[in-house]
């Protein structure tokens, strides 16, 4: 290992650091549930970290250290400032009108939450550990994200090196020149977080790079069992998070430099969002949800389906409680007025991957630049015939019913639903459980449409961007089991009486 205790410390302290002061001005506080507040401060941290690269990067700046310590040290000092004023009005707000005491948490709670998410931490970071001594050299950790982070770093940030340098390396796919670059139009958080650790060691490093994005495995779990020790009881928060660590693809990105988990904690983030906003309807949580979603969407390209998908699942939300609001549930507290300015977040990343691309001149391989030579919804068409089957029975019968893949999350998700569906259509769950859908029927799409081999395509990609949804369906999961056990007690004293 090239990295020292220092390098450690400033690498992952620095996005700690802009994530905790964008926490405190958003009005996040760690006594609403310290687990999922920690998995947010690294995500915004890293969002913002990520953004400082991009920007000093596309002003012709070389991503060293030397020069991204000026920009990040005035965006610090400006949350800083910005977090100290917040916590002074909310401590002079509390002064006035006190809040109300919270109950007791019982010691079984407790200690039952202390040691599953401690053993549940550390054997995420073991994982995380693991692959240290082992270099980056080959597959998709290698072409589609460490050797973007490299060129953006040998080139001295963006600018006709850069293009040059791409254009050399996307050339030669056989391999014959090292860290040969694919799929250059993909979102670029990825590599720019693995080009701040080259910023921090001052040149190349092998492994270390991998860490920023293993660590969104260990957020991820720690917002699942953080957002749902707040909403059910902690057996089932526990017992969620523990079957999402057991997942293949939850080991496999714990080891390696994927962004799916990047994709998968903003969807989950927008998501417990989207449930506290139509509660209580605080600006906050809208600032949250922008957030994930601008996460998801300066990732991956998956994240635009997937911010689609939200937004499917949110309208029906609405359609539901503006119409056929279900007796007992609270209607839905929107945000008000500027708000929704906070959306103006993922459309910056949208633009930004857009502008990017186009002054570059990356092309999308599924959409724009397909081997085949038509139109992508072309493609859909024609081949909807013999891939549709194909593609159903292998999300059904590899993914779906395959216990190691997801340990049956989303196939107990199903069974939980179809046994109990006014659980479902009657609670605040409806618009994840849509925008589930709605994302699963998108990638079925995608696959059907894609002018790659289906075999192949299938193979590397199917199993690892259906997990992006896993996460949110393993919330959705704990709550509506929870929903069942509290109806299950109801019936049970209804019976004795």
């Not at 990295?3 to 700690?16: H, M, Q, R, Y």
């Not at 014959?176 to 650790?197: A, E, K, M, R, S």
């Not at 998956?302 to 209607?331: H, I, N, Q, S, Y």
């Not at 999350?409 to 605040?428: E, K, Q, T």
Request: proline share 6%; with cysteine; charged share 15%.
């Amino acid at each position: 290992m090239s990295f020292g205790l220092f390098d450690w410390l400033l690498a992952l302290g620095v996005p700690l650091g802009l994530g905790a002061a964008l926490a405190e001005i958003l009005g996040l506080r760690a006594g609403e549930g310290r687990l999922v507040h920690a998995a947010r401060i690294w995500c915004l941290g890293t969002l913002l970290l990520g953004g400082v690269v991009f920007a000093t990067a596309n002003l012709g700046l070389s991503p060293r250290l030397v020069t991204l310590v000026p920009p990040l040290l005035l965006l610090g000092a400006g949350l800083s400032l910005g977090a100290f004023l917040r916590r002074r009005s909310r401590d002079e707000l509390e002064f006035v009108q006190p809040r109300q005491p919270q109950a007791p948490i019982p010691m079984t709670r407790r200690v039952g939450m202390a040691v599953g998410i401690g053993l549940l931490a550390w054997l995420a970071l073991d994982r995380i550990a693991a692959p240290l001594g082992v270099p980056i050299h080959s597959g998709d950790e290698a072409h589609l994200w460490a050797s973007r982070a490299r060129v953006l770093f040998e080139s001295g940030g963006f600018g006709e090196l850069y293009r040059a340098e791409f254009e050399r390396r996307i050339l030669v796919p056989s391999g014959l020149v090292p860290f040969f670059v694919q799929h250059p139009d993909y979102p670029p958080l990825g590599p720019l977080l693995q080009t701040w650790i080259y910023a921090v060691a001052d040149r190349v490093t092998w492994a270390e790079n991998r860490v920023p994005l293993q660590l969104f495995g260990l957020a991820t779990l720690l917002m699942v069992a953080g957002a749902l020790s707040s909403r059910v009881r902690w057996p089932i928060a526990i017992g969620a998070a523990w079957l999402l660590l057991g997942s293949k693809p939850m080991h496999d990105a714990l080891g390696s430099a994927y962004v799916d988990l990047v994709v998968a904690a903003g969807f989950l983030m927008a998501t417990d969002a989207w449930l506290r906003l139509r509660a209580s309807g605080e600006t906050r949580w809208m600032a949250l949800l922008a957030s994930g979603l601008a996460l998801a969407l300066f990732a991956k390209h998956e994240g635009a389906l997937l911010a689609v998908a939200f937004g499917a699942g949110v309208a029906v939300d609405l359609l539901r409680d503006r119409w056929r609001r279900p007796k007992g549930l609270e209607p839905i507290r929107g945000p008000r007025g500027l708000a929704y300015l906070w959306l103006a977040l993922p459309a910056a990343a949208v633009l930004a991957v857009w502008l990017f691309n186009r002054v570059y001149g990356h092309g999308n391989d599924l959409l724009s630049e397909n081997r085949q030579g038509r139109p992508f919804w072309v493609l859909f068409l024609w081949q909807f015939g013999d891939r549709g089957p194909a593609v159903a029975t292998y999300f059904v019968e590899r993914v779906l019913l395959v216990s190691s893949h997801a340990r049956a999350i989303p196939l107990m998700l199903i069974l939980v639903v179809l046994a109990r569906p006014g659980a479902l259509l009657r609670g605040p769950a409806l618009a994840p459980a849509v925008a589930i859908l709605a994302a699963t029927a998108g990638y079925f799409i995608v696959f059907v449409g894609s002018p790659h081999h289906l075999a192949w395509h299938l193979d590397t990609a199917a199993g690892r961007v259906l997990f992006q949804l896993v996460p949110t369906a393993t919330l959705l999961l704990g709550i509506l089991l929870d929903d069942a056990w509290t109806a299950w007690q109801g019936r049970l004293r209804d019976t004795d009486d």
